[in-house]
């Protein structure tokens, strides 16, 4: 158990909604990233916050957004949902606001999307 | 820019064989590396990191990885394959120039066969 939460672990919708998934972090853990695995495409990186503020931006969609709230948990949200969107959504924690020389991030087990 | 290449999307071995999963990176700076493994419906977990200490670097559950600059390479390998090592496993580098972002590789499955 690496101590970070997400929920929902599946979730399956259609095109065009939107959907919320949530990640709370190892407790003590300022920073929360946010990933997409996909089969064809592998782990991207999407966004990272560090107590509260946006640090770094990866391949995100503009149909995307995240936010870190006050309590350090964060929130990814989708909106117009696409086929192409239906992946495995990881977060991920950890201390310091970047991963330095350690490396080490702790994930969580993922929120599987599927869009139909 | 940083970029990581593995070597093979799928490897297949025997029980108590040799482990061997290949990871070739590019960097502009000097890297630091890392192995992450993911089991089936878990989340990823760091097995090892290279931090320019020690170019062999020791990991869990026996696995090791050594990192060879003139070769851009950080391989990974097991001497003998256990049932329980069946997972993915990726390569991930980053470096200063990227503000120590990980990027991380496509990833090998590996599958042990009994």
Known sequence: DSGVTQTPKHLITATGQRVTLRCSPRSGDLSVYWYQQSLDQGLQFLIQYYNGEERAKGNILERFSAQQFPDLHSELNLSSLELGDSALYFCASSVYPNTGNTGELFFGEGSRLTVL | ?114
């Open chain 2, 1 to 114: 820019a940083q970029s990581v290449t593995q070597l093979g999307s799928h490897v297949s071995v025997s029980e108590g064989a040799l482990v061997l999963l290949r990871c070739n990176y590019s960097s502009s700076v000097p890297p630091y590396l890392f192995w992450y493994v993911q089991y089936p419906n878990q989340g990823l977990q760091l097995l090892l990191k290279y931090t320019s200490a020690a170019t062999l670097v020791k990991g869990i559950n026996g696995f090791e990885a050594e990192f060879k600059k003139s070769e851009t390479s950080f391989h990974l390998t097991k001497p003998s394959a256990h049932m329980s090592d069946a997972a993915e496993y990726f390569c991930a580098v980053s470096d200063q120039s990227s503000n120590y972002k990980l990027t991380f590789g496509k990833g090998t499955l590996l599958t042990v066969n009994p």
